[in-house]
């Protein structure tokens, strides 16, 4: 059973910053796809980066590039998204997500683990 908790959410103002945290149990985030997706009121939910450690592979959705970063570590089997330069946009449930072995793309249904969000709000 792969089991995902996410923590690290908070509210700030814009240009602030946030590092969201996902601990996954049950398999290996070196060895298997581990997504971050966002969901903001109203709207549906959105990929906004995919990792692939073990090819060292990511890929970041438009909107957050060059702001937001994905890392994981290994030993402590958690992947960290950092998230600079923040926008009331950005405001949202942040959830994790994994699947076994590569990621599969933006589609929420290919990715049968989840976590239960945390929530980022970014306001002046």
């Known amino acids: 059973q792969v089991h995902l908790v996410e923590s690290g959410g908070d509210s700030v103002q814009p240009g602030g910053s946030l590092r969201l945290s996902c601990i996954v149990s049950?398999?290996?985030?070196?060895?298997?796809?581990v997504a971050w997706f966002r969901q903001a009121p109203g709207k549906g939910r959105e990929g906004v980066v995919l990792?692939?450690?073990?090819?060292?592979?990511?890929a970041y959705a438009d909107s957050v590039k060059g702001r937001f970063t994905v890392s994981h570590d290994g030993a402590k089997n958690t992947v960290y998204l950092q998230m600079n330069s923040l926008k009331p946009e950005d405001t949202a449930m942040y959830y994790c997500?994994?699947?076994?072995?590569?990621?599969?793309?933006?589609?929420?249904?290919?990715?049968?683990?989840w976590g239960q969000g945390t929530q980022v709000t970014v306001s002046s």
């Open positions: 997500a994994s699947r076994s072995q590569w990621c599969d793309g933006w589609s929420q249904s290919k990715y049968p683990f």
């Open positions: 049950g398999h290996s985030v070196s060895n298997n796809c």
């Open positions: 990792l692939n450690a073990f090819v060292a592979g990511t």
